[in-house]
């Protein structure tokens, strides 16, 4: 992704990507971002961090494919943060019951576990929205980082960096001591 791949209108206002814009293959790789949630689903709850890595590692490979790409990419990625951490707690929570010579499931565990299932069936259902919408080649702003990773890649962070980027481009002339 560049800065290239930011258009911005006459009135200063970025313009954002549509559908018929996008090629089959950028809306496929968006859609795939929101699929690494489910990297690990058939393994289950015991490698929780095993999604994180796998949105991690597919960000960095297609972050620079198209700044439409990236952008499901990147929110897919820190949407996975805190899901993953909640899951994390509950298996580490879990083992160390497990493990104690005298288990017990206490009130206040069986309270996260519900909690942690709700806020999961929760993001596999946001996750599926937004596969959907990404597929559609329409932006889909995921609760509760939708609006930061917008403006990241569409908004006020986008223009402040593409002045940047103009800046850092070196006037052609030639080398110095010449």
């Known amino acids: 992704m560049n800065g290239a791949d ?7 206002n970025v313009i954002l ?7 089959k293959r950028e809306k496929e790789d968006a859609m795939g971002a929101y699929l690494m949630m489910f990297a690990a689903m058939g393994v289950g709850l015991p490698l929780p961090l095993l999604n994180l890595l796998a949105s991690i590692i597919y ?7 198209s700044r439409y790409v990236a952008f499901h990419s990147f ?3 820190i949407t996975q943060i805190p899901i993953s951490i909640i ?14 010579d005298h288990p017990d499931f206490t009130l206040n565990f069986l309270v996260f576990l519900a909690f942690v299932i709700l806020w999961n069936l929760f993001y596999i259902i946001l996750s599926i929205r937004a596969c959907i919408y990404a597929r559609r080649g329409q932006l889909y702003y995921m609760f509760p980082f939708g609006s930061f990773v917008f403006d990241i890649f569409y908004g006020s962070r986008a223009k402040d960096n593409l002045g940047k980027l103009e800046k850092d481009i070196p006037a052609n002339s030639p080398p110095i001591g010449f």
Do not use: E
Not at 6 to 12: A, E, K, P, Q, V
């Open 6 to 12: 930011l258009n911005i209108g006459i009135d200063g």
């Open 17 to 23: 990507p549509q559908p018929d814009d996008l090629s």
């Open 59 to 65: 960000y960095f490979v297609n972050k620079n494919k």
């Open 75 to 77: 929110q897919s990625m």
């Open 87 to 100: 899951n994390g707690s509950l298996v580490f929570w879990f083992i160390r019951i497990i493990f104690k």
